[in-house]
């Protein structure tokens, strides 16, 4: 296949269809109709992301899956969208769970729906761009971009609290990608294009640039920074429990499932390829903090009363894993980092969908105020169950899987790191059963009794969530399958 | 050529409305369908490298693309300002057509100090910028913020003027080449004679005034405060603008070889304007302070340029004039039309003025520097210019910071317009907003979306 003969990519069309579907929703007038209307469009994505991975041959398909112009005026902006399998697994992720949001959050009442709705399509674009582009300035531009809209949604249809908490969000992840900005500049006088002169923001010629052991140091230090408060890692993660819990749930669905995998995903992309000497050196480090962020979140998740706070902590100590997963280096450690990536987020949008519902329906998110849902909504808590078993990383599930290939790779570094984490993965065991003792199981009180069964869409998305759980727990080879190719990429910096 | 000659007759011809017609609104249609003729005779002249009037001046005032260039973008803003504002200026006292003239006397002055060659020149700029601005400041005559903020422009800016006087004379007599052209001073890296050393000193003093850098900032909040507001916006942007613009001119071409002599002093400055503008903005409660002390904090940014002195420095200089203009034009078009000039005074504006709230929004995201505005482009830009420098990589670092506490302040306007409920249910605008203003705002936000993602529209034009 020629470039000529293609007239659109799939890159272009996963970015550039949400983007247009959001800002359609803006002219909607009726706010009953957006939902279908977001549905439908979230849904079409899917497809297309689905289509993607249906011609991920690069060999043969190439043209298909990669998109790059420059415009006229640009300055030696070039823009370069593609595909590669890393990309896909997470543009799957993407694509896979906004049409899972939409569908949970059906009933929930937002004022003027239709900004919601498009700002959540607007934000989904940001996403998909962050993870096809494919040189440093696009990369730069879609990393910033994916914040506005979350930004807003926080704000407007947010908790008490939100205006304080996304500003301290908003203001942290904008500094640490300022911080971001000049190492890539710096990169980019280093790098040699590909005629030989000049420079390039192009990912080929930042993965290729030579650059000395200081150098390397400090320019990875400002990439990690902006990656580090990301995802969050300790200590850099003081925005995220306020975040999370003021950000209405759907935000937080998206948050948590998608947009601290942008962190991750950059370390993989953006980091160890173009500084690999420096991640040797500094990696002990980072897998401490990392260690350190999963038990200090684990041991502040067992105090916690909110339901939303407590998932958050919950979050931190995973991710914690899987950045220290990333910093080992081992094939075993990658490879379950990426599926680690795509299963924690099914898993913890499943936890938030289970936490909207029981919000929507009793109005309180505290433990202490909650009990005895399970005689009222017997499968509600059946569904919640193997959720939060997922979480818990039991075997037969989706987790399972990944926490497995990453504590290999941690062990294989450090068994003491690896001791430590495991600690962490008790910790989990405690909270989240103990979260489910008191909540679904236990006496009814006032508040309990109004609870009915959830609808029938919300079963169906809550029982595709436990289907994906369980197919993935048994049978992950596609999934690992996909993302191969990457590794072994990554692999043959490090040897 | 064309711009300061028209500008000088555009100004006449407006004093001469003033006299003799008692129109309210004619000087305002003559200032915009005069600056529209400007603009084009000015790119007339970009174009075709001649302009329409012969004049011998002997190489003191010098005019390329890059001049050219700076003053299109000047009279552009000022072109943007009038439409935004031009009706604000009708409400600051009776004589409108007066104040009109000012205007484009100061213009003159603006391409005079964009062009020169000699420092005489530099200097005739800078007063013919300066005096009418003084009486601008002061034409709230009733208010006694703005007698106030008239005298202390006044003194403080004769006594700069005096520093900068001092300063050339010590240049003049110091080099020994005999010559009044900046670009052949002659001086050698190792040629730096005490009387140039301090030449050059009183010279960065008074430029740094001018463009109000700390620590010789001191009267820009008070005076940016006590002036009409839609001066104000005047003073903060395409003043701002060309000051700076003269400032790199004078160290590009006169003083360049000497960098390496006075860069640390460029450091010590950039850093001190970046950090104090930055911190002293976050405490302010009234927008039109904050927007004074903001500007400093982007005068932090403008000072790269100077810092760099490349290719990529003056390229960023244009475009960061451009997009700052621009941004600051449009946020204080709409403040003029509040009532309440403090930050809650914004709160509902989204539900009361849809157009203005999200206007509002695309300027205060292109002051802080999100990507696809034009400021982000300007302040990568500079931050381009100082990477390739390749030394004081923690003024860098220190900038960006800044740049992060800045987004502080601008966000508390955002959030007062998105998030928060107004606390009257009476409208707190001071008018109707009519349509046309409406579409200025949104064609001013177009353009700064469309320089934020191809920047090589304006920057072409450097290298025509």
Same mark, same amino acid.
């Given at each position: 296949m ?29 706010n ?30 190439l043209a298909?899956?990669?998109a ?47 900004n ?13 761009g ?7 300035m ?8 994916a914040?506005?809209?979350?930004y ?28 971001m ?69 759907a ?19 953006w ?37 939303k ?12 894993? /899987? ?16 599926l ?9 949008i ?10 929507r ?17 017997p499968i ?11 979480n ?9 899987i ?5 504590f ?26 103990? /979260?489910?003792?008191?909540?679904f ?21 809550l ?12 049978y992950?080879?596609? /999934? ?16 | ?5 028209l ?20 000087p ?51 072109l ?22 000012l ?23 800078i007063?013919?910028i ?67 050393a ?18 010789f900032?001191?009267?820009t ?17 395409t ?6 613009f ?9 003083f ?20 104090l ?6 405490? +302010? ?12 904090? +982007?005068?932090?940014?403008m ?27 449009g946020?204080?078009a ?29 300027f ?23 990477a390739?420098?390749?030394s ?24 007062a ?48």
């Open positions: 020629n470039p000529q003969d293609v007239w659109i990519t799939f890159p272009e069309l996963l970015v550039w269809f949400p983007l247009l579907a959001g800002l359609v929703c803006f002219l909607f007038k009726d009953s109709k957006v939902k279908s209307w977001v549905l439908l469009a979230s849904i079409l994505t899917l497809c297309i992301s689905f289509a993607s991975l249906y011609f991920s041959d690069d060999a043969k398909y298909l899956n990669k790059s112009y420059t415009l006229k005026y640009m300055n030696n902006g070039s823009f370069i969208l593609g595909l590669d399998g890393m990309g896909r697994l997470l543009t799957l992720l993407t694509a896979f769970a906004f049409p899972i949001i939409f569908v949970a959050t059906y009933n929930t009442p937002y004022k003027s729906a239709k919601f709705y498009g700002l959540m399509l607007l934000a989904q674009s940001g996403l998909m962050v993870f096809t582009a494919m040189d440093a696009s990369f730069y531009f879609f990393w910033e971009l914040l506005i809209p979350v807003f949604l926080s704000s407007q249809w947010g908790g008490e609290r939100r205006i304080q908490a996304t500003f301290k969000f908003f203001v942290y992840t904008f500094a640490g990608s300022l911080l900005l000049i190492g890539i500049i710096y990169v980019y006088l280093h790098t040699i294009n590909i005629n030989g002169n000049g420079h390039s923001f192009a990912l080929y010629a930042f993965a290729g640039v030579r650059l000395n052991p200081t150098e390397q140091n400090w320019l990875f230090w400002l990439f990690f920074i902006a990656f580090a408060i990301k995802m969050p890692i300790f200590p850099f993660h003081t925005w995220q429990p306020d975040a999370y819990e003021q950000a209405p749930t935000t937080t669905m998206v948050l948590s499932g998608i947009m601290v995998k942008m962190g991750l995903f950059a370390c993989l992309r980091l160890l390829p173009i500084f690999p000497q420096a991640t040797i050196k500094f990696d002990t480090i980072i897998i401490g903090l990392s260690v350190i962020g999963m038990l200090y979140a684990s041991i502040i998740a067992l105090k916690q009363d909110d339901l706070r407590l998932v958050a902590y919950s979050s931190i100590a995973h991710i914690g894993l /899987m950045c220290a997963g990333i910093f080992t280096k081992t094939e075993v450690g990658l490879q379950g980092v990426m680690q990536m795509f299963c924690h987020g099914i898993n913890i499943g936890l938030w969908i289970v936490i909207e519902l029981i919000e329906q009793t109005g309180v998110r505290k433990i202490s105020q909650l009990g005895g849902v399970a005689h009222k909504a509600l808590t059946i569904l919640l169950v193997v959720i939060a078993l997922a818990i990383a039991l075997p037969l599930t989706n987790a399972f990944g926490e497995f290939m990453l290999n790779g941690l062990f294989a570094f450090n068994k003491w790191y690896a001791a430590a984490a495991g600690i962490s993965i008790i910790l989990a065991a405690v909270y989240t059963l103990n /979260m489910i003792q008191k909540v199981y236990g006496e009814e009180n006032s508040i309990t009794t109004a609870i009915k069964e959830i609808a029938l869409h919300e079963k169906i998305i029982s595709v969530v436990v289907v994906l759980i369980f197919m993935m727990g048994v992950p080879q596609p /999934m690992i399958n996909l993302t191969k190719a990457t590794v072994e990429a990554l692999m043959l910096k490090f040897n | 050529m064309n711009t300061i000659l500008t000088a007759f555009l100004g006449i011809v407006l004093m001469m409305i003033g006299a003799f017609s008692k129109s309210k609104t004619l305002r249609f003559v200032a915009i369908g005069g600056i529209i003729v400007i603009l084009i005779a000015n790119m007339v002249e970009l174009l075709s490298q001649e302009s329409f009037f012969t004049f011998n001046v002997k190489n003191m005032l010098t005019f390329n693309s890059f001049n050219l260039a700076f003053i299109g973008v000047a009279l552009l803003c000022t943007i300002y009038f439409l935004l504002s031009g009706s604000a200026i009708e409400k600051v006292g009776s004589y409108v057509a007066e104040y009109f003239a205007l484009f006397f100061v213009l003159c002055g603006v391409a005079i100090s964009a062009t020169f060659n000699t420092l005489l020149m530099l200097f005739i700029g007063e013919i300066s005096i009418p601005l003084y009486i601008l400041t002061g034409s709230d005559k009733r208010n006694l913020k703005s007698n106030e903020a008239a005298l202390k422009y006044f003194l403080m800016g004769a006594f700069s003027t005096g520093i900068m006087l001092m300063g050339i004379a010590f240049i003049y007599g110091g080099n020994d080449q005999a010559t009044f052209y900046i670009s052949q001073l002659g001086f050698g890296v190792g040629k730096m004679s005490p009387l140039i301090i030449g050059l000193v009183l010279l960065l003093i008074s430029m740094s005034f001018k463009v109000s850098a700390v620590p900032h001191f009267w909040p008070d005076v940016y405060d006590g002036a009409p507001t839609v001066f104000t916006s005047f003073m903060a942007t003043v701002k603008a060309a000051g700076f003269a400032f790199l001119r004078l160290f590009d071409n006169g360049g070889v000497l960098q390496p002599q006075w860069q640390k002093l460029i450091v010590l400055i950039t850093a001190a304007t970046l950090v503008g930055n911190l002293t903005a976050v405490f +302010q409660q009234s927008v039109k302070r904050m927007l004074a002390y903001s500007s400093i904090a +982007q005068a932090g940014f000072l790269f340029a100077v810092f760099a002195l490349n290719e990529k420095a003056k390229e960023g200089l244009i475009l960061y004039a451009a997009a700052y203009s621009l941004a600051t034009i946020i204080f709409i403040l003029i039309k509040m009532k309440d000039y403090t930050i809650d005074g914004f709160n509902g504006l989204a539900k009361k003025q849809p157009v203005l709230a999200v206007t509002g929004l695309v205060l995201l292109s002051l802080t520097g999100v990507p696809l505005t034009a400021g982000f482009q300007s302040k990568f830009y500079m931050l381009m210019a100082a390739e420098v390749g004081y990589t923690w003024l860098i670092i220190l900038a960006v910071l800044c740049a992060a506490i800045s987004a502080y302040y601008y966000f508390k306007i955002i959030q317009i998105f998030f928060k409920e107004a606390s009257s249910a009476e409208g707190d605008l001071t008018e109707v907003i009519t349509t046309a203003f409406k579409l200025m705002l949104i064609i001013t936000a177009v353009l700064i979306i469309l320089l934020g993602v191809m920047p090589g529209l304006l920057t072409d034009w450097l290298y025509y």
